[in-house]
Nanobody
Framework: QVQLIESGGGSVQAGGSLRLSCAAF????????MGWFRQAPGKQRDFVAA????????YYDDSVKGRFTISRDNAENTVYLQMNTLKPEDTAVYYC???????????????????WGQGTQVTVSS
């Protein structure tokens, strides 16, 4: 079992940046593939980015490619999401997720992930 706690959300103007953090508590962090998802009001939870456990391969939704960067620090048991050039449509609750699976083509499926954080709000104003 692993507990995930997100932080770093907030309010920012369009074009600004935020860095989200997700601290993991529990079993060996490096054995988990990690993902970030987001959910806007009235919408489903959508994939943002993921990073694989075995080799650090990264995956991104097309809507954030070139603007967002996922990274991890296994020594600190933390995964990050650096978000640049934010847009109003990035406004959502951002969730951290973890799975023991070796993700690949299904990295963008929320059903691949067994553990979820409580979420952190990101609001981007125009």
């Amino acid at each position: 079992q692993v507990q995930l706690i997100e932080s770093g959300g907030g309010s920012v103007q369009a074009g600004g940046s935020l860095r989200l953090s997700c601290a993991a508590f529990g079993r060996t962090f490096s054995s988990y593939s990690m993902g970030w998802f987001r959910q806007a009001p009235g919408k489903q939870r959508d994939f943002v980015a993921a990073i694989r456990n075995i080799d650090g391969s990264t995956y991104y939704d097309d809507s954030v490619k070139g603007r967002f960067t996922i990274s991890r620090d296994n020594a600190e048991n933390t995964v990050y999401l650096q978000m640049n050039t934010l847009k109003p449509e990035d406004t959502a609750v951002y969730y951290c997720a973890a799975t023991r699976r070796i993700i690949g083509g299904s990295a963008n499926s929320r059903y691949e992930y067994e553990h979820w954080g409580q979420g952190t709000q990101v609001t981007v104003s125009s």
